[in-house]
């Protein structure tokens, strides 16, 4: 082994934070911005900041980087990853909320600034934003989905579909020419897309090759055999996929609306891609707001027992006899009951919805801590009868001691595991909470309030399918992923579940 | 045994009452009756007469906890959280807010979740089962590794688009049963066979690979081992060994639900339209009618309790070494 | 000689992933006679389970397949035999007993469903027919009341009845050939002697052949004839018994038997095989085991030995390979070391250590709606004993008899219900809670399984420091840092373990870690439960060695709680022999193991397979198991089992007496009232 100068593990994330923080300090300088600081953004942050010291810790830990190893080396989890890592950093950058500053007012001499709060996300895909129709149009359409009367040039007036004001505009006759138009773009994405992927690839083995002290022929050579543990070769064509799907929605979106239009004439695909942030908050944050009562509750009852764990099991049991929909549905009334009645102080609309987001997180982890909170239990009981907790007790060791630095490591994968798996679940139940009229806000985006207007949109004639696809696109990609990620780190870290899938 | 019952059934009273407390807390004190009046009245120009008369001809105009003006036993009973949780108990659920009779209701609707619930609950298990042993009879091979893989694109597809996807394609494009609605006697069938296929079906995925995995841990047991060193074939160590064995833990899951089956699916009784007490919650929900929410939040916690006491039981029917003292 | 019942020529099994596998069997040939017991002895992972289940190929797959080779059984090669001909055989034509009867047989079918199932799939009985045969076998096994038996579940039945069960369902289709792997490992000393004695005299009555797989030379000396020894995956001897006993060959056997704890090796060190066994996923350029051999040299490093066939014996090795060995090679000191001048004990007059004086432990059972205690495990009840500075104090008994509660007791690690425990004649149980933490230093543990005793995410340097900053907190990082330094010297262990975790060492490493964490706290006395009983034989020998040179260096005491007599009698300066809960036998480990006075103690002396070089003895097995602690016998606990039981016996239970200097036993045969009331 080398020896380098072992640099605490708090150094790195730290400046991480510390560069991130300053980058957005000059950005604000720089653009003039307002910044908003929603409370979820908060929650975000503070979720991101937990990460990053959370890999620096693992890094340190050789029994915390085998199992992770494993994952990153099965094929079907790095794909995941990768595409759970996209719609990451979109939730991420949807994060980033301000307002823009109006032209300045010469009298005052003060800042001014839109009411409008945005993300930099929408920044990035403005023209998505600003491109409105007048209603529904179906994706790629030139023409609008009802008729409408139109008036020509003479002064005549005839019912006929309208042109769209952006989809389309640059075909002459759009119904001969689109498809054509669209290979072209598609082609055109292709190219774009290997000249990116050939530079980024390239890059990719020459810093892999100059980590390892390797030939980059050597190194190339070793992932096209898949030598390395890290499967390489899978994870440079996923990203040839994703980097295709991206640069081709680019091109696409230029000249069409890829997945049409909503009722207000709204692009789909900025209404699902801005839902992508509802989502993922809500199957991060709920399990973060758990986390904390649940492994705290759940140890303490499987290692004082005696009272404390008749107390601690009465308030699970209690808790998860009552069924989650109705916990939820009777919070998220109490809670909108609240709002309601407090309206002045939440004046922008962003953030009384925010607050309904977060409330909404915080009760979805209630009703799902229970659950952790008694496997915690069982095996901390299991634990605590071990021979080196025993050995602890001999050696005079502090409870406290004994529970953070043998029981809490010991029961860490069995966290980490409920962490993965609960994030598709939540997921999915968001978007049934929003559809029962429990979920976000009305005003917030998300998949769940899409499949609710879709319901009633693909009952008209003809039937507007569209969004509802697009919705089940985007949802079915992450939840598939998350599943497919988290199977993966179950294997990697159940040692149960790694002596039945059979290998040695 | 009946000694164990009746321990279970007087533990399930502290916790039902913490169920209330807890439901009265969100309902009454997170937010005043008078919130709730508005509520339902509109939030603009309501007057404080009609607010009263509202709250009078509910009851909810009583002192919270403690009634001073009350003698007696009365001080505690002439109370909103006497008379609007304690009765719960007796399983009465009094009236809604628009002043329907709830346990009339409850009686009425009961039916069609049931005919939703219990069809969709069997032939569920029973493809599941099936499925899950089909994969593990194929352990660690191609048959297993894509049945698994099909199992997680299964799970990963939200059940509303199981749902909206399935009408669409058997009762708009078809036209083999109509979309939604419900009959009764034997009429009913037609409206069922959807939904129950529908429930069937997106709960395959989850189910089978959760299953699988019970019967793989059983089967790498050492008794399994001895059943095939005793020359018996694969199938009937699955059948007769596994199967018996992987029988106790596919009940925990099990058998837990069943007293809930009735309360009714919310989501599949509200988009086919069937008139259960899941579409009866979710309509309560969306008129803000507390007093419903507030009994099936009792009813639920109170058959997931009978669920728990029910699982306990059938162990003894399937474990001989569990014995309820 | 007759045409052999098994030929196994040339088994390959290998595991894991093709490229890198572990190759556990790598090219086993032997071959068993009609009737004839056939041993095969290895240490753990050496491949001889994985070599008992290719024979049935129930080797689980995909992890594991067969390579190559050939097993020739009554004529047919049964690698070419398809899955349903293989069904024909096993259970039928060969059987199989599994190591732990506690999971081994199905829970939620009877006992009778079991063995019925197995008469019905091969010999086509109808029902009536299979019950009575199945009554016949259960009978045969020795259960008693077979009838009612027949409806049970396995969890009625008692580990020995479980393997009983297990021996009556492989016995019912009257196999050739009976595979028994580690079939007593399990049990206790006394049950152990019944089951190996039910094998043998099943096999005498049905003339089969038994494939004995052990890791015990105690049960190979009693009970076979031909003794094939395996290490890492390959076979490096077989042997006759007589032979085998008489004139190991392989260094690795000789090495066997000079590890092997005896009284007559008391005061010297015992012989140690250093290091290993070395892990069977890599390529053996040489011998198997060069790295470990007294005798290696060049050659062994070079080239695999070869297997050198002679009549009925075999050896794997260069010493006997004209072609390799050089005849100097052949002479070194091969004959058992000599006893040295053996190390005199003398008796500390001065005031004992730790004096535990009617110590009781007894854990309520609450039932009912309020948790009321309706009874009590009497799991310690009424033991009184004494350790002396730098003395071994060996406390002996089956398991369930409470022996490892008595050493949590001292250590405070369960509440003790009744007595006193004064260490250093000071009431380490009443002390304030302070205070204790302090004294928690003085005296320490080491625990039976090492890979529980380790907490699996902590660096063996944060292991070891544990304990120093408990109870040394003011030490400085550099002290501490020499402090383990010193202490893994002090095991024998290197100074890179510091940052290592514990699933990187074997099972005697991590032995040594946990006396190591033991040590750091300087202790007095170290309480050591069972600390080699998992470990293989040639690594215990280097714990108890190890153990040894610390009491001589440090003047440790110890109290040493096993099931071993043959750790107890080269160990132990006192031996206390325990049955349910109490004492019956307490006196210095001559007279006691010379001189056995309790009919328990004789009967366990009785039942522990002796390595002994003279011939084959039968075991005496102890009749019956031992009873439940939660209502023990009346009278004296030992009665239900005693050859010599007497009237009194069943009534009252016996006091203590003295009877050589230091000897004290529970029993009426020496109590002057009872002798009274018999006359």
């Known amino acids: 082994m080398t020896q380098k100068i072992q640099r605490h593990w708090l150094v790195w994330p730290t400046v991480l934070a510390g560069v991130m923080a300053i980058l957005w300090l000059v950005v604000i300088a720089m653009y003039q911005v307002d910044p908003v600081y929603l409370i979820s953004d908060k929650l975000v942050t503070l979720l991101v900041i937990f990460v990053i010291y959370l890999i620096a810790y693992i890094r340190t830990k050789e029994h915390l980087r085998a199992p992770w190893r494993e994952v990153f080396h099965r094929k079907l989890a790095m794909i995941a990853l990768i595409f759970i890592s996209v719609y990451l950093v979109i939730a991420l950058i949807d994060s980033i909320h301000f307002r823009l500053p109006l032209q300045k007012n010469t009298v005052t001499e003060q800042a001014q600034y839109e009411t409008r709060v945005l993300s930099l996300f929408d920044v990035l895909v403005m023209p998505l934003r600003k491109r409105v129709e007048h209603s529904y149009s179906a994706p790629f359409a030139s023409y609008g989905l009802a008729k409408e009367t139109l008036e020509l040039a003479a002064g005549r007036e005839v019912r006929d579909y309208p042109r769209l004001r952006y989809g389309g505009t640059h075909l002459s006759d759009p119904n001969s020419q689109t498809l054509t138009d669209v290979a072209r773009s598609l082609a055109k994405a292709g190219l774009i897309t290997l000249v990116i992927w050939i530079v980024l690839v390239a890059a990719s083995i020459y810093l892999l090759a100059w980590q390892q002290g390797q030939g980059w022929n050597e190194k190339r050579q070793q992932i096209w055999r898949e030598q390395t543990i890290v499967p390489w070769r899978v994870v440079f064509a996923t990203w040839g996929v994703v980097l295709f799907i991206i640069t081709s929605l680019i091109i696409l979106s230029a000249d069409y609306h890829v997945f049409g239009t909503d009722k207000v004439g709204q692009d789909v695909l900025y209404l699902s891609l801005k839902s992508i942030r509802t989502g993922v908050l809500i199957g991060t944050l709920a399990t973060l707001v758990m986390l904390p009562f649940a492994v705290l509750l759940g140890m303490m009852a499987g290692y004082f027992r005696g009272i404390i764990d008749d107390i601690i099991q009465y308030i699970y049991t209690t808790l998860s006899s009552i069924p989650g929909v109705l916990l939820i549905a009777a919070a998220i009334l109490s809670i909108q009951l609240y709002i309601a009645a407090h309206k002045d102080t939440y004046t922008l609309v962003e953030k009384h919805s925010d607050l309904r987001l977060v409330f909404l997180c915080i009760i979805l982890g209630i009703t799902s801590w229970t659950g952790l909170c008694r496997l915690l239990r069982g095996e901390t009981l299991k634990i605590r009868e071990i021979d080196y907790i025993q050995a602890a007790t001999a050696l005079g060791v502090s409870h406290f001691r004994i529970l953070s630095r043998h029981v809490l490591p010991n029961v860490m994968h069995i966290v980490l595991i409920a962490v993965v798996l609960d994030f598709s679940a939540l997921v999915l139940a968001e978007a049934v909470l929003s559809y029962v009229g429990i979920g976000v806000d009305q005003s917030t985006n998300s998949w769940g309030n899409m499949i609710n207007t879709a319901r009633l949109e693909l009952a008209r004639e003809p039937a507007v399918w569209w969004p509802l696809l697009s919705a089940f696109v985007l949802m079915f990609i992450l939840v598939l992923a998350a599943n497919l990620f988290s199977d993966a780190v179950r294997d990697a870290f159940d040692p149960k579940l790694r002596r039945l899938s059979g290998r040695v | 045994m009946y000694a164990y019952i009746i321990r279970r059934v007087l533990y399930a009273i502290p916790i039902l009452l913490g169920v209330n407390v807890l439901t009265f807390a969100l309902f009454f004190w997170v937010n005043s009756p008078d919130d709730m009046a508005r509520m339902h009245l509109g939030m603009k120009r309501v007057d404080q007469a009609a607010i009263v008369k509202w709250k009078q001809d509910r009851g909810y105009d009583k002192p919270m906890l403690f009634n001073p003006k009350a003698s007696g036993i009365e001080q505690l009973t002439d109370t909103v959280f006497y008379n609007k949780t304690i009765t719960l108990f007796a399983f009465d659920f009094g009236n809604s807010d628009d002043d329907r009779n709830i346990n009339r209701d409850i009686q009425k609707r009961m039916w069609p979740s049931l005919a939703i619930a219990i069809p969709t609950f069997i032939i569920g298990l029973l493809f599941n089962i099936t499925f899950a042993m089909l994969l593990a009879f194929f352990r660690a091979t191609y048959v297993d590794i894509w049945g698994v893989i099909s199992c997680v694109i299964l799970m990963s597809v939200s059940g509303m688009f199981y749902i909206i996807g399935g009408q669409y394609l058997v009762s708009k494009l078809l036209h083999l049963v109509p979309i939604s609605g419900y009959d009764h006697g034997i009429d009913a069938i037609k409206f069922l066979i959807l939904p129950v296929t529908i429930g069937v079906i997106s709960g395959i995925g989850a189910g089978t690979r959760w299953y699988r995995t019970i019967f793989l841990e059983e089967i790498s047991k050492d008794y399994v081992r001895t059943a095939r060193a005793k020359g018996l074939s694969e199938f009937r160590v699955l059948f007769r060994h596994v199967l018996k064995n992987a029988m106790i833990p596919i009940l925990t899951g099990v058998v837990v639900v069943i007293p809930s089956l009735f309360m009714g699916s919310l989501i599949t009784e509200s988009f086919f339209g069937i008139p259960g007490l899941g579409s009866y919650t979710i309509d309560a929900i969306r008129q803000q009618d507390f007093s419903i929410v507030r009994a099936m939040v009792f009813l639920g916690s109170a058959m997931y309790i009978l669920g728990l006491v029910l699982t306990d039981i059938s162990y003894t029917l399937v474990d001989p070494r569990i014995r309820l003292e | 000689m007759t045409q052999p019942i098994l030929q196994v020529d040339d088994l390959a099994t290998y595991f894991g992933h093709v490229d890198k596998p572990v190759r556990a069997v790598d090219g086993v040939s032997f071959s068993i006679a009609p009737g004839q017991t056939f041993a095969l002895l290895g240490?753990?992972?050496?491949?001889?389970?994985?070599?008992?289940?290719?024979?049935?190929?129930?080797?689980?797959?995909?992890?594991?397949?067969?390579?190559?080779?050939?097993?020739?059984?009554?004529?047919?090669?049964?690698?070419?035999?398809?899955?349903?001909?293989?069904?024909?055989?096993?259970?039928?034509?060969?059987?199989?007993?599994?190591?732990?009867?506690?999971?081994?047989?199905?829970?939620?079918?009877?006992?009778?469903?079991?063995?019925?199932?197995?008469?019905?799939?091969?010999?086509?009985?109808?029902?009536?027919?299979?019950?009575?045969?199945?009554?016949?076998?259960?009978?045969?096994?020795?259960?008693?009341?077979?009838?009612?038996?027949?409806?049970?579940?396995?969890?009625?039945?008692?580990?020995?009845?479980?393997?009983?069960?297990?021996?009556?369902?492989?016995?019912?289709?009257?196999?050739?050939?009976?595979?028994?792997?580690?079939?007593?490992?399990?049990?206790?000393?006394?049950?152990?002697?019944?089951?190996?004695?039910?094998?043998?005299?099943?096999?005498?009555?049905?003339?089969?052949?038994?494939?004995?797989?052990?890791?015990?030379?105690?049960?190979?000396?009693?009970?076979?004839?031909?003794?094939?020894?395996?290490?890492?995956?390959?076979?490096?001897?077989?042997?006759?018994?007589?032979?085998?006993?008489?004139?190991?060959?392989?260094?690795?056997?000789?090495?066997?038997?000079?590890?092997?704890?005896?009284?007559?090796?008391?005061?010297?060190?015992?012989?140690?095989?250093?290091?290993?066994?070395?892990?069977?996923?890599?390529?053996?350029?040489?011998?198997?085991?060069?790295?470990?051999?007294?005798?290696?040299?060049?050659?062994?490093?070079?080239?695999?030995?070869?297997?050198?066939?002679?009549?009925?014996?075999?050896?794997?090795?260069?010493?006997?390979?004209?072609?390799?060995?050089?005849?100097?090679?052949?002479?070194?000191?091969?004959?058992?070391?000599?006893?040295?001048?053996?190390?005199?004990?003398?008796?500390?007059?001065?005031?004992?250590?730790?004096?535990?004086?009617?110590?009781?432990?007894?854990?309520?059972?609450?039932?009912?709606?309020?948790?009321?205690?309706?009874?009590?495990?009497?799991?310690?009840?009424?033991?009184?004993?004494?350790?002396?500075?730098?003395?071994?104090?060996?406390?002996?008994?089956?398991?369930?008899?409470?022996?490892?509660?008595?050493?949590?007791?001292?250590?405070?690690?369960?509440?003790?219900?009744?007595?006193?425990?004064?260490?250093?004649?000071?009431?380490?149980?009443?002390?304030?809670?302070?205070?204790?933490?302090?004294?928690?230093?003085?005296?320490?543990?080491?625990?039976?399984?090492?890979?529980?005793?380790?907490?699996?995410?902590?660096?063996?340097?944060?292991?070891?420091?544990?304990?120093?900053?408990?109870?040394?907190?003011?030490?400085?990082?550099?002290?501490?840092?020499?402090?383990?330094?010193?202490?893994?010297?002090?095991?024998?262990?290197?100074?890179?373990?510091?940052?290592?975790?514990?699933?990187?060492?074997?099972?005697?490493?991590?032995?040594?870690?946990?006396?190591?964490?033991?040590?750091?706290?300087?202790?007095?006395?170290?309480?050591?439960?069972?600390?080699?009983?998992?470990?293989?034989?040639?690594?215990?020998?280097?714990?108890?060695?190890?153990?040894?040179?610390?009491?001589?260096?440090?003047?440790?005491?110890?109290?040493?709680?096993?099931?071993?007599?043959?750790?107890?009698?080269?160990?132990?300066?006192?031996?206390?022999?325990?049955?349910?809960?109490?004492?019956?036998?307490?006196?210095?480990?001559?007279?006691?193991?010379?001189?056995?006075?309790?009919?328990?103690?004789?009967?366990?002396?009785?039942?522990?397979?002796?390595?002994?070089?003279?011939?084959?003895?039968?075991?005496?097995?102890?009749?019956?198991?031992?009873?439940?602690?939660?209502?023990?016998?009346?009278?004296?606990?030992?009665?239900?089992?005693?050859?010599?039981?007497?009237?009194?016996?069943?009534?009252?239970?016996?006091?203590?007496?003295?009877?050589?200097?230091?000897?004290?036993?529970?029993?009426?045969?020496?109590?002057?009232?009872?002798?009274?009331?018999?006359?």
């Open chain 3, 43 to 679: 240490e753990s992972g050496c491949g001889k389970s994985m070599t008992a289940l290719s024979l049935l190929q129930l080797v689980p797959a995909p992890a594991g397949r067969i390579i190559r080779g050939r097993i020739n059984f009554m004529g047919q090669d049964l690698l070419r035999y398809s899955e349903a001909q293989m069904r024909t055989v096993r259970g039928n034509e060969i059987a199989m007993i599994f190591q732990e009867p506690m999971t081994a047989l199905n829970p939620v079918l009877t006992v009778g469903q079991q063995i019925i199932e197995t008469l019905q799939q091969h010999k086509q009985m109808d029902y009536a027919a299979a019950l009575q045969r199945t009554l016949a076998l259960l009978d045969a096994v020795r259960i008693p009341a077979p009838k009612s038996r027949i409806h049970d579940y396995p969890h009625q039945l008692s580990g020995g009845m479980k393997q009983r069960v297990m021996i009556a369902l492989t016995l019912a289709c009257e196999p050739k050939l009976l595979i028994a792997d580690e079939p007593t490992t399990a049990l206790d000393v006394t049950i152990q002697a019944q089951v190996l004695n039910l094998i043998k005299d099943l096999q005498r009555d049905t003339g089969m052949a038994v494939l004995l797989i052990t890791h015990d030379l105690g049960i190979v000396a009693d009970n076979v004839d031909q003794v094939a020894v395996m290490y890492a995956g390959q076979i490096v001897e077989t042997a006759s018994r007589d032979a085998f006993f008489s004139n190991p060959r392989h260094p690795y056997s000789k090495k066997l038997f000079a590890a092997l704890p005896t009284r007559h090796k008391r005061g010297q060190t015992l012989e140690i095989i250093k290091g290993s066994v070395p892990r069977l996923n890599r390529i053996f350029s040489g011998c198997r085991f060069v790295d470990r051999c007294d005798f290696a040299w060049q050659a062994c490093h070079d080239a695999a030995p070869l297997w050198l066939a002679e009549a009925d014996k075999g050896v794997r090795c260069h010493l006997y390979d004209p072609k390799v060995a050089k005849a100097a090679e052949l002479n070194p000191a091969i004959a058992s070391p000599t006893p040295s001048a053996s190390a005199t004990f003398t008796s500390t007059t001065e005031a004992p250590l730790l004096r535990v004086h009617d110590l009781k432990v007894h854990f309520p059972i609450r039932k009912g709606l309020f948790k009321k205690t309706v009874g009590h495990v009497f799991a310690v009840d009424g033991v009184s004993l004494e350790i002396g500075t730098g003395r071994t104090v060996a406390l002996v008994g089956e398991s369930g008899c409470g022996k490892t509660t008595v050493g949590k007791a001292i250590l405070q690690l369960v509440t003790t219900s009744a007595g006193q425990v004064h260490y250093a004649d000071m009431p380490y149980g009443q002390l304030d809670k302070a205070t204790q933490r302090r004294f928690r230093g003085e005296v320490q543990i080491i625990f039976q399984d090492p890979y529980s005793s380790l907490n699996p995410r902590m660096q063996v340097g944060e292991i070891i420091a544990e304990g120093l900053d408990v109870q040394e907190p003011t030490l400085t990082p550099a002290q501490r840092q020499q402090r383990i330094a010193e202490l893994l010297a002090h095991v024998g262990l290197p100074d890179e373990a510091i940052s290592r975790y514990p699933h990187e060492f074997s099972g005697g490493q991590r032995q040594r870690v946990s006396i190591a964490r033991a040590l750091a706290v300087n202790p007095k006395l170290l309480v050591c439960d069972e600390p080699t009983s998992a470990l293989d034989l040639s690594v215990q020998a280097q714990i108890l060695n190890l153990l040894k040179s610390l009491q001589d260096k440090l003047g440790l005491s110890y109290l040493f709680i096993t099931h071993n007599l043959l750790v107890v009698e080269y160990l132990a300066h006192e031996v206390a022999v325990m049955y349910l809960g109490r004492l019956v036998e307490y006196g210095n480990v001559e007279s006691v193991l010379n001189q056995p006075l309790h009919p328990y103690t004789r009967a366990l002396l009785a039942a522990a397979p002796v390595f002994d070089q003279q011939g084959k003895q039968q075991l005496h097995a102890l009749e019956g198991e031992i009873p439940s602690p939660i209502a023990p016998p009346a009278g004296c606990h030992f009665h239900t089992r005693c050859p010599q039981v007497m009237p009194i016996c069943r009534t009252h239970y016996p006091i203590a007496t003295r009877q050589a200097e230091g000897h004290r036993v529970s029993c009426h045969l020496y109590s002057d009232v009872a002798r009274q009331q018999t006359k």
